[in-house]
């Protein structure tokens, strides 16, 4: 079993729908959990990031954490056709330095 | 310049070829890491340097020789590649201690004929 399971997609939505983005995981040590969105031909850029449970909002953009789960969502709200790339998730425990990803969801949004 | 620069964006070589990738960064973070990202794969993580050394090789080939002459630069040497080790190769600065926040450079894109 992968520690961090993320569904490929490709996802394609029309604009201004909402965007549900999902990783499951197995490692219940995992504390610190991160979203990279990467656009083509780019590196990835961290988007979202949330220590332990509970959700974190930033802009149209909201993380969620369900430890009890072991899931994580990104929400996308009034999605625009500039939000289209790839998604990754990414996560690691407190002692660790090594993080874990996820291998990415592509993300289309149909103007 | 700002955040993680690397050179060349593209490289394509033949199995016999010797090269390098390069990577500065300029935010001032103690460690680097070097990334492999291949189609619909996880990014697996290469090697990370911490205050200059060394601190994890995860299990790579030796074709693949990491560099890493002071905090702000890395380099990945390559030698007798496989057309299997194609891809595209990201390197990241982040500090620590601390989150582990990763700040990524644009990606060197390598061809092996």
């Known amino acids: 079993q992968k520690e961090v399971e993320q569904d490929p997609g490709p996802l394609s939505v029309p604009e201004g729908a909402i965007v549900s983005l999902n990783c499951t995981y197995s490692?219940?040590?995992?504390?610190?959990f991160m979203w990279y969105r990467q656009y083509s031909r780019k590196g990835p850029e961290l988007l979202m990031y949330?220590?332990?449970?509970g959700n974190k909002e930033d802009g149209r953009f909201t993380a969620q954490v369900d430890k009890s789960s072991k899931y994580i969502s990104l929400f996308i709200r009034d999605s625009q056709p500039s939000d289209s790339a790839t998604y990754l998730c990414?996560?690691?425990?407190?002692?660790?330095?090594?993080?874990?990803f996820g291998s990415g969801t592509r993300l289309s949004i149909r103007p | 310049e700002t955040g993680v620069t690397q050179t060349p964006r593209h490289l394509v070589m033949g199995m016999t070829n010797k090269k390098s990738l390069k990577c500065e960064q300029h935010?001032?973070?103690?460690?680097m890491y070097w990334y492999k990202q291949s189609a619909k794969k996880p990014l697996e993580l290469m090697f990370v340097?911490?205050?200059?050394?060394?601190?994890e090789n995860n299990s790579v080939p030796s074709r693949f020789s990491p560099e890493c002459p002071n905090s702000s630069h890395l380099f990945l040497h390559l030698h007798t590649l496989q057309p299997e080790d194609s891809a595209l190769y990201l390197c990241?600065?982040?500090?620590?201690?601390?989150?582990?926040?990763?700040?990524f450079g644009e990606g060197s894109r390598l061809t092996v004929l």
């Open positions: 990241a600065s982040s500090q620590v201690p601390g989150t582990g926040e990763l700040f």
């Open positions: 490692n219940s040590a995992f504390q610190y």
């Open positions: 949330t220590y332990s449970s």
């Open positions: 990414a996560m690691k425990t407190s002692s660790a330095s090594k993080i874990i």
């Open positions: 935010l001032g973070h103690n460690a």
């Open positions: 340097y911490s205050l200059e050394e060394r601190v």
